[in-house]
């Protein structure tokens, strides 16, 4: 159980399927809290929802309206609008009951901001919320009340392709690159979210976190219970980034992790491969940029590829499909909050 459960916001122009909540839920699990999901916005991902559920249950429920929900938010049939309803009615039972520690409902501010559901109806939701639980909200054009008692909020802009997009307008059957960069958080849980919820639909992903040293950490835990998916921690921890050249350990490191991606890239072996942090390693030349965006170009046509880490460099962000950048507006650690085990980490 949190000690202190606080609430997060993402918002921004990012219309689809918001994925930094179920990666943050993934972590959650694998520190043994237990999360309770609902989706508001419809993704043909989201059909590997029961499946994840299903291994990671009872620590995991994810919730999804029934039938199909229209994308645009504009002609809702009275069948669509009783059935978002309900499922506001069924996290709001979750989130009062205690018996979850995070509680997400993903793409209710599109939600709220159509009128479906009263603003009034969620700030009550917020009210209400035990202090124990973690609260997280997501899509775009957030009510103004709801982010002044947000404790943090990450605004997320998409250049480009939407993030959505199975393939780029030179080559459609071409699996996209996407670039996640930016100084705000959930960059590696936007990551985590989506491999996960193609790892449910029998994409097989595999992560590789070039800068995090091999240790537990809540996403490493949690994945070992999903056979789709892979993750490796191939770094050396802390980096320190005065302006000096790295540590040895930190190159030798880097160098290691390239070739272990470039192993698992034209393996064959996945649908999807992240490559967490990366844009990190590139900043602080631990791997020269020309060639991760000379990979861009070379990797296998049907291999979905994301790179994530701030201060993605220009070359990279030039080369990829979609940039989703991840914008601080407002963060906890401001407040003296330090990072909570299965909420950072």
Known sequence: MLKTGLIQVYTGNCAGTNFVPLGLGLRAVGRNLRVHISCFTPSELMDGALLISDLLKPNLFIHQPQGEQNVTGSDWNPTEIDDIKRSFKISKEALEGGQFDVVVLNGINRIVN???????????LIQRKPKHVELVLSGPDADKEVLERADLITEMVTHGEKEEALGDSDDPDCAPTEVVTGNGKGKTTYCLGKAM????????????????SPKAYGEVRAIEKLPGLDIETLGEGFLRTSGEVPDRKHLDAARSAWEACLREI???????????????????????????RELLFLKPRNLHLILSGRNAHKDVMDGASSVIEMKEIKHPLKKGIKARKGIEF
């Open 114 to 124: 159509q009128g479906i559901i009263p603003s009034n109806a969620l700030l009550d």
């Open 266 to 292: 034209f393996s064959l072996e996945y649908g999807l491969v992240v490559l967490d942090e990366i844009n990190i390693a590139t900043r602080y030349a631990l791997i020269r940029p020309e060639r991760v």
């Open 197 to 212: 919820l193609m790892s449910g639909i029998g994409i097989r992903a595999k992560i590789l976190q070039f800068i995090k």
